[in-house]
């Protein structure tokens, strides 16, 4: 079963940059039929979609953050990671990864980690 | 982009039938898929290809998707359901982007 970590500071300061890694084990991150994607929820609020990477590099952004947002993967270690620029207090949220899989009629998440909260605060 | 909308909230007794609608535009031609967040836990799968259950979903989750509505219907409901739920669907292979509902909060009464 396909376990999933995010690491990284609770604590950003405005304008800077805020810095996720997420850990898989259990399973490949190369595998075929998956990529791996950032989901985050300012408190009390809903879901929002931050984008996703598959092992070969190659990433989809939501095109509300695409412009602040990098994606990267290290096939060797199972981690993705998040670098999202520019950060103002209305990125203070949790941030989930997950796995997105590539169903037969399209992509949903199967699997979560526990989130991580980061605070957007001088 | 694609515009999902979930009603705040839907409360049911327990034992009784809850329905969750999701609405969008034409949202019958598109896949939906539902998820059940506890408070303070990861959002978990309960219903992905509009109706189909993953491994250790109970058969009480069930879902159809037609015009302008997918419902996510709960029967039985039990305690433990009392969770906010999310629809989502997935513009593939165009834009690749994903869309969540706003959310539905189920109270059990």
């Known amino acids: 079963q396909v376990q999933l970590q995010e690491s990284g500071p609770g604590l950003v300061k405005p304008s800077q940059t805020l810095s996720l890694t997420c850990t898989v084990s259990?399973?490949?991150?190369?595998?075929?039929?998956?990529?791996w994607s950032w989901v985050r929820q300012r408190s009390g609020k809903g879901l929002e979609w931050i984008g996703n990477?598959?092992?070969?590099?190659?990433?989809y952004y939501n095109p509300s953050l695409k412009s602040r947002v990098t994606f990267s993967v290290d096939t060797s270690k199972s981690q993705f990671s998040l670098n999202l620029r520019s950060v103002t207090d209305a990125d203070t949220a949790l941030y989930f990864c997950?796995?997105?899989?590539?169903?037969?009629?399209?992509?949903?998440?199967?699997?979560w980690g526990q989130g991580t909260l980061v605070t957007v605060s001088s | 982009s694609y515009v999902l909308t979930q009603p705040p909230s839907v409360s049911v007794a327990p034992g009784q039938t809850a329905r969750i609608s999701c609405g969008g535009n034409?949202?019958?031609?598109?896949?939906v898929h539902w998820y059940q967040q506890r408070p303070g836990q990861a959002p978990v799968l309960v219903l992905y290809?509009?109706?189909d259950r993953p491994s250790g979903i109970p058969e009480r989750f069930s879902g159809s998707n037609s015009g302008n509505t997918a419902t996510l219907t709960i029967s039985r409901v039990e305690d433990g359901d009392e969770a906010d739920y999310y629809c989502?669907?997935?513009?593939?292979?165009?834009?690749?982007?994903?869309?969540f509902g706003g959310g539905t909060k189920l109270t059990v009464l």
């Open positions: 259990g399973d490949s991150i190369s595998g075929g039929g998956y990529s």
């Open positions: 034409n949202i019958g031609s598109e896949v």
């Open positions: 997950a796995r997105q899989s590539e169903g037969d009629y399209g992509d949903h998440f199967d699997s």
């Open positions: 989502q669907v997935w513009d593939g292979p165009g834009d690749h982007v994903v869309t």
């Open positions: 990477i598959y092992a070969s590099g190659k990433t």
């Open positions: 290809d509009d109706s």
